[in-house]
């Protein structure tokens, strides 16, 4: 099992900044993809960004350019930092863990942390 714990959450103005931070506890496969996910009031959770082991990533377009996903496989935590916030961006952000032992995919959240971006 693993555990997931998000910190970093909070209140800034439009055009500020914030990193997340995302703190695992367990054991951590190098197969394992750590991602974060967002759900704006209203809407559907979506994928933010993504970062293997060996730190390939992936970013939803919106936020390309903006957002820089890095992980630490020694402290096993991964981080978000987001650049030039807008109202858009404001959502629970959610850390993940998808582990593919054999075929089945599993996926481990965190509880969510709060970003509010003000105009």
């Known amino acids: 099992q693993v555990q997931l714990m998000e910190s970093g959450g909070g209140l800034v103005q439009a055009g500020g900044s914030l990193r997340l931070s995302c703190t695992a506890s367990?054991?951590?496969?190098?197969?394992?993809?750590m991602a974060w996910y967002r759900q704006p009031p209203g809407k559907q959770r979506e994928l933010v960004a993504s970062i293997t082991y060996g730190g390939r990533t992936w970013y939803e377009s919106s936020v390309n350019g903006r957002f820089s996903i890095s992980r630490d496989n020694a402290k096993s935590t991964m981080y978000l930092q987001m650049n030039a916030l807008n109202s858009e961006d404001t959502a629970v952000y959610y850390c993940?863990?998808?582990?593919?032992?054999?075929?089945?995919?599993?996926?481990?959240w965190g509880q969510g942390t709060q970003v509010t971006v003000s105009s």
């Open positions: 367990g054991r951590i496969f190098s197969t394992d993809i």
């Open positions: 993940n863990l998808a582990r593919e032992p054999s075929g089945v995919t599993f996926h481990f």
